[in-house]
């Protein structure tokens, strides 16, 4: 049996000379070849890893491109993922083994019992397919395109993009499509779209006044990056943290009445200056501070004065 790969690369990146390295390679080389011949499918997910990184380091790597579709034909998860991987990585569309794969990657998008291989599929045809895999597989895709999981909506829209390219007389059949993406509400699957839509215009410059009419549609979405529920600038964050530290700091028990800030504070974070932010905060923890010296519930906390937060914060 072959030695793994962390053995393998551990044994390449100690040789002193090139010479040595070509030893190295060309004895796993032979035992790659021996394991194939042997059809043992326990390892050989295993051996197309190592036969990937024997790639990388620009040796020749053909005689296992076979054991790669083999791999692909498997039923697991964890072997198509290699097999894939092998896929993009040792083969390219102008080898004609690369047909032979075509009947598997059609399996595959329509697998519907794991979205991850359907994700591999998709993702290797975006890749590396041909003109002809792609006029062969262009309805799967299509219909993948209205899937009711938007992680396989985003890996569709973008392979789609390969295969237009492959077959640009299929862009009417994808015009509506990529527009009918804007209107999605993962904004993954919009964002693809946006992608798809904008290489149909740079193959079919007429398709921009078909598409004129979806520009509010995407001031809209520009739009709403900025309300609620999106990613507030990082200099208001850091502001944010700094006076809730303040007041963290000033408690002993800070679980309860540190939850309680928090939760109060982050739901005043709108789109406005880092300044109304700050300030606000501060009203709600001089609050907080005034009943804690006045004798409140929250009294006993071991909260610091009013005036020693002000002249901190």
């Known amino acids: 049996m072959a030695v793994r790969l962390r053995e393998l690369i551990r044994a390449v990146r100690a040789c002193k000379t090139a010479a040595e390295e070509r030893d190295v390679i ?5 035992a790659l070849r021996e394991a194939f011949r042997e059809q043992d499918p326990r390892y050989r997910h295993r051996n197309i890893a190592k036969l990937m990184y024997i790639h990388m380091l620009g040796y020749p790597t053909h005689f296992g491109q076979m ?4 791999l692909i034909a498997a039923n697991g998860f964890p072997e198509k ?15 004609e083994v690369l047909m032979l794969v075509t009947n598997s990657v059609k399996m595959d998008l329509n697998n519907h019992k794991n979205q991850f291989i359907v994700g591999l ?6 890749n590396i397919c041909s003109a002809e895999m792609a006029r062969d597989l262009s309805p799967d895709i299509e219909r993948l395109l209205e899937s009711s999981n938007p992680y396989i909506r985003k890996k569709a829209a973008l392979c789609t993009i390969r295969v237009l390219k492959k077959n640009p007389e299929l862009i009417e059949e994808f015009q509506d499509k990529a527009a009918d993406l804007l209107h999605d509400k993962n904004q993954g699957v919009a964002l693809s779209g946006v992608t798809l839509m904008l290489q149909l215009c740079l193959m079919q410059p007429q398709v921009i006044e078909r598409y004129r009419q979806h520009v509010p549609k995407l001031c809209t979405m520009l739009r709403s990056l900025l309300q609620v529920g999106c990613a507030v600038a990082s200099f208001a964050s850091r502001r944010l943290e700094r006076v809730l530290c303040l007041w963290f700091h000033s408690c002993q028990q800070k679980r ?6 928090t939760m109060a504070s982050t739901s005043w974070l709108r789109p406005y200056e880092a300044e109304w932010c700050e300030q606000q905060c501060k009203e709600l923890l001089i609050a907080l501070v005034a009943a804690i010296e006045h004798g409140s519930n929250l009294a006993g906390c071991g909260a610091a004065p009013a005036g020693w937060f002000l002249s901190r914060a």
């Open 67 to 70: 054991e790669t579709l083999k």
């Open 26 to 30: 060309a004895k796993e080389s032979a």
């Open 81 to 95: 993922r290699i097999g894939y991987l092998g896929l993009m990585l040792l083969l390219d569309e102008r080898q």
């Open 121 to 126: 599929a998709l993702a290797a045809l975006g």
């Open 256 to 261: 309860q009445l540190g939850n309680s800030c």
